[in-house]
């Protein structure tokens, strides 16, 4: 029993020291990870000097040292410390240190040799070309990884880590080759890929010729699809859709889409087109007629617009039951026609619109927000009554924690402003409560800024404006808010003159506005966000942004600045 205490004694001694020893290398290691090296080098000098034999804290010590430049104290302690390093530790910090010190020649020497004397690990390979790679040493790292590819006889080992170096020496052709390889081998990285090549093709568009040629030479779909997306890249968007024609048919759709995204209306247009010829399944027709019909909608042909909706609309085969729970489209068709309607000023035929869409709702929950769309409708139609009562029924049996419960707070918060009930305040408190990242947080709080700015008379002739742009007569809205400005000086009216204006596509009506000389310094530093925004495709414009953001670099707008430039 004495000797069991002991030992048990002696044992507790011994799990307490190698505790607090993994305590103190996990703190020199966060002190590291913070790049708070001098506090991490402090420790580990401390517990050098206890654990004088312990290769980790070395090593640990040493990687410090080289990371605050101090070069001779890492030497020395390389030297000091050599017989406690396995040969391969200490090949990788020799070479590390002849690197720090721009001694490249001797860098590759050792590192040759040491993998001239082990070649059989390939891991070891890609250790080695890492380090030249942190001291953009990019060639000699490709020649590690190459020697560890003759030594595997596996032309697809390391593709990513070849493709990488090739990416940062320009060497874009080896790049491309690579990447696709991978590719090849890991479908994950396909995006990734894609995007990278998207990069290389923004330097060089002449590179598509060598994803063309890889392509050519592989039946791989990923890449074929790579290279149809590259084409598209470099405008080449006829040629895209002959590849994507190779291609399963969700793959155009899913190109024409990021064509319509990216403003690209016309070609996004002759990609839907393209893919309506493709398939045969009715909703799928359906389905890219309404993207179709959408786009129409942003270039403002509304004949088209009516054309395509009103045959969809009147199609029998679209809706019948075995259609009803696979598309959306009855219903999205029937939205966007309450809204032409709206601008066509065809008042009778909105409700009535959405709701038939109610119909092809596939839950409660989507009827209740074409609910709330038809009482936004009645309130900016001046409809009080109808809006009031419907909007009693809708919320009489919701539970008050839900989300179609919470939204009720703005309509009656429409309906107070409007109606001028003076409950407008206690529900905007109610709203920025119950719908804190909602977008109704901040309509409602610039409604209530800019009515509390205004005089009685001009409120009106706000709300007046409010309506009109909410029934999409961005033209008469404008004119209200700039009579406004005329009478009451007020820059921020303007300001959103200039946002309604745009919204509407009048660039020079726009530019007529934001041109205008802001008295106040932050709604003048708007005012030219918005004149960049337009003519960003202007030399001038981005001189102007560069030069904003050396005059007011901590501006509250300067982001926006940056984004502009980096986009270009």
Not at 48 to 77: H, R, V
Not at 320 to 328: A, D, E
Request: hydrophobic share 40%.
């Amino acid at each position: 029993m004495k000797y069991f205490v002991i030992f048990l004694l002696f044992f507790s001694s011994l799990l307490a020291e190698i505790s607090q020893k993994e305590i103190l290398l996990k703190e020199a290691n966060r002190f590291s990870l913070r790049r708070d090296y001098e506090k991490a080098i402090s420790i580990y000098l401390d517990l050098l000097e206890e654990y004088s034999e312990d290769p980790e804290i070395a090593e640990n010590l040493i990687e410090n040292y080289l990371l605050t430049a101090q070069l001779d104290k890492a030497e020395k302690l390389l030297k000091d410390k050599k017989e406690l390093f396995a040969q391969k530790d200490y090949a990788k910090m020799n070479i590390t240190l002849f690197l720090a010190k721009s001694e490249i020649k001797q860098a590759r020497k050792l590192s040759n040799e040491f993998l001239a004397e082990n070649p059989g690990n390939l891991n070891d390979y890609k250790i080695f070309a890492s380090l030249f790679e942190r001291y953009r040493q990019h060639e000699h790292a490709i020649e590690i990884l190459k020697k560890a590819r003759i030594v595997a006889a596996d032309e697809f080992l390391y593709t990513h880590e070849l493709a990488n170096n090739y990416y940062q020496i320009n060497d874009y052709s080896n790049s491309i080759r690579e990447y696709l390889k991978h590719v090849i081998k890991n479908s994950a990285y396909k995006n990734f890929v894609q995007n990278r090549i998207k990069l290389i093709l923004q330097e060089d568009s002449s590179q598509i010729i060598t994803v063309k040629e890889f392509a050519d030479t592989n039946e791989n779909n990923l890449i074929k699809e790579i290279f149809a997306a590259s084409l598209g890249e470099i405008g080449d968007v006829d040629s895209a859709l002959e590849v994507y024609d190779l291609l399963d048919h969700d793959k155009l759709y899913n190109f024409a889409d990021n064509l319509n995204k990216s403003g690209d209306f016309e070609n996004a247009l002759k990609a839907f087109s393209r893919y309506k010829e493709k398939v045969d399944s009715p909703e799928l027709i359906a389905e890219a007629e309404i993207k179709i019909a959408q786009i129409y909608w942003q270039q403002k042909n509304y004949s088209q617009v009516k054309e395509i909706l009103m045959s969809i609309y009147d199609s029998e085969e679209i809706k019948q039951k075995n259609y009803r729970f696979k598309t959306k489209v009855n219903r999205i068709c029937r939205e966007m026609l309450a809204d032409l309607a709206i601008i066509e000023k065809q008042w009778d035929k909105v409700e009535s619109y959405l709701q038939e869409a109610q119909q092809f709702s596939y839950n409660q929950n989507e009827k209740m927000e074409l609910e709330y769309r038809i009482i936004h409708y009645q309130i900016m139609n001046q409809d009080y009554s109808s809006a009031s009562g419907q909007l009693k029924d809708l919320l009489q049996n919701q539970d008050p924690g839900s989300d179609i419960y919470k939204k009720g707070f703005y309509y009656h918060y429409l309906l107070s402003v409007f109606t001028d009930n003076n409950q407008s305040d206690s529900l905007l408190a109610e709203i920025l409560i119950n719908l804190p990242e909602n977008e109704f947080v901040n309509d409602a709080i610039q409604i209530s800024l800019i009515l509390s700015e205004l005089n009685t008379a001009d409120r009106e002739v706000f709300l007046e404006a409010f309506r009109n742009r909410q029934l999409f007569d961005y033209l008469k809205a404008v004119e209200l808010l700039e009579n406004i400005y005329k009478s009451s000086g007020n820059e921020q009216i303007l300001l959103l003159a200039a946002e309604w204006s745009l919204q509407s596509g009048d660039l020079d009506k726009t530019l007529n506005i934001v041109n205008t000389e802001f008295k106040d310094e932050d709604y003048s530093q708007y005012a030219l966000l918005l004149t960049i925004k337009i003519e960003s495709a202007e030399q001038d414009s981005l001189f102007k942004a560069e030069e904003f953001l050396s005059n007011y670099p901590k501006s509250v707008f300067s982001p926006a600045f940056r984004k502009i430039l980096t986009e270009k």
